[in-house]
Nanobody, 123 residues
Framework: QVQLAESGGGSVQAGGSLRLSCVAS????????MGWYRQAPGKQRELVAS??????????VYADSVKGRFAISRDYARNAVSLQMNSIRREDAGVYFC??????????????WGQGIQVTVSS
C-alpha cells in the first residue's frame, strides 16, 4: 500500500558527507511527518532526525549527536524527505530507516518504515 523508497546510502570516509533521500508513495497518501532512524550493530534503533510541517510552525528534531552536522528537509509536494549528513563520524555508521507518519482518507495516521539502507564509515 504505502511504499517508502530510500536512496543515498553507501560508504563514506570519516569527515565526509552523504545525502539520504526517501519518497513516500501510494494512493491517497497524506504524509504528516517524515524522518530517519538508524541502528548500529548491537544498539537500539534511535531517532536521527524528523520533521513535520515547518509551514505550520513545526521545528525539526535532531538527536544530540548529530546537531550541527546533519540537516533534514522535506519536499512536501513529492512526499519526500532528505537527510544531509556532513562531518560524518565512525559512530554514524549503521542501517538508516526512513520513517513516515502517513494518513489515508478515512484512516488515522500510522507509521510506515523503509527497508533500511547501509551507511559504512571508513577512516
Amino acid at each position: 500500500q504505502v511504499q517508502l523508497a530510500e536512496s543515498g546510502g553507501g560508504s563514506v570516509q570519516a569527515g565526509g558527507s552523504l545525502r539520504l533521500s526517501c519518497v513516500a508513495s501510494g494512493l491517497g497518501v497524506v504524509v504528516r511527518r517524515m524522518g530517519w532512524y538508524r541502528q548500529a550493530p548491537g544498539k537500539q534503533r534511535e531517532l536521527v532526525a524528523s520533521v513535520g510541517n515547518v509551514r505550520n510552525g513545526d521545528s525539526p528534531v535532531y538527536a544530540d549527536s548529530v546537531k550541527g552536522r546533519f540537516a533534514i528537509s522535506r519536499d512536501y509536494a513529492r512526499n519526500a524527505v532528505s537527510l544531509q549528513m556532513n562531518s560524518i563520524r565512525r559512530e554514524d555508521a549503521g542501517v538508516y530507516f526512513c520513517n513516515a507518519l502517513v494518513e489515508l482518507e478515512g484512516v488515522r495516521a500510522r507509521d510506515y518504515w523503509g527497508q533500511g539502507i547501509q551507511v559504512t564509515v571508513s577512516s
